[in-house]
Each structure stands twice: as structure tokens, then as C-alpha cells.
């Protein structure tokens, strides 16, 4: 059986990866993808707990999780594709131009 410590260092090392690409990149998906190594993190850290402590609550939770960021992709796969046909880039500033275009964003 693995220790919960190393599971929840690994978890630690996977989330904060994840918010390290989301921080410091600006091409949306690379983006995407460090929002889904950080809850690749989340998830490993429930699997452990739920281990460690003799229940599947971390297995029930990780299948939601799974399931809800299934659904954030492929709706953030649809804007990715969007964006590109609309600026021939998928970066995040191009974006922010768009909210500033229509209308949303600060005077």
C-alpha cells in the first residue's frame, strides 16, 4: 500500500504544475491543459484520502469530477475553436480584446 504522503506530494506537485501553466502561459490550451492537470491533482488527492481512511467517497467524488470536467472541456474546446476562426491565434489577450469589443469590459 503507498503511504498518503507520497500520494498527496504527488498530488501537490501535479496541482501546482497545473497552476504554473495556467499562470505563466498565455495560448488558451495550454491553459486548458494546466486547468486539467490541477484537477488531475484534486482527484489523486481524494483517491488517497478516500484509501487511507477505508472508503470509496474518494472514488464516488473523482467520477464526478471526471464527469464535470468532461463537460468543461468540450465546452472550452468549442471556444478554443471559436476564437481561433474569429483571430487566427487562441491566446488569452485576444479574448480580453473580445470582451473589450463587445461592450463588457471597463469604460
Do not use: K, Y
Amino acid at each position: 500500500m503507498i503511504p498518503l504522503t507520497h500520494s498527496l506530494v504527488i498530488a501537490a506537485l501535479l496541482f501546482t504544475l497545473g497552476l504554473a501553466v495556467v499562470l505563466l502561459r498565455r495560448e488558451l490550451l495550454f491553459v486548458l491543459m494546466g486547468l486539467e492537470v490541477m484537477f488531475n491533482g484534486v482527484a489523486l488527492t481524494a483517491v488517497a484520502a478516500g484509501q487511507h481512511w477505508g472508503n470509496a467517497d474518494g472514488q464516488v467524488l473523482t467520477i464526478l469530477l471526471m464527469a464535470v470536467t468532461a463537460a468543461e472541456l468540450v465546452v472550452a474546446l468549442i471556444l478554443v475553436w471559436l476564437a481561433f476562426q474569429l483571430f487566427r491565434a487562441v491566446r488569452v489577450e485576444d479574448l480580453a480584446r473580445l470582451r473589450d469589443d463587445v461592450g463588457g469590459g471597463a469604460p
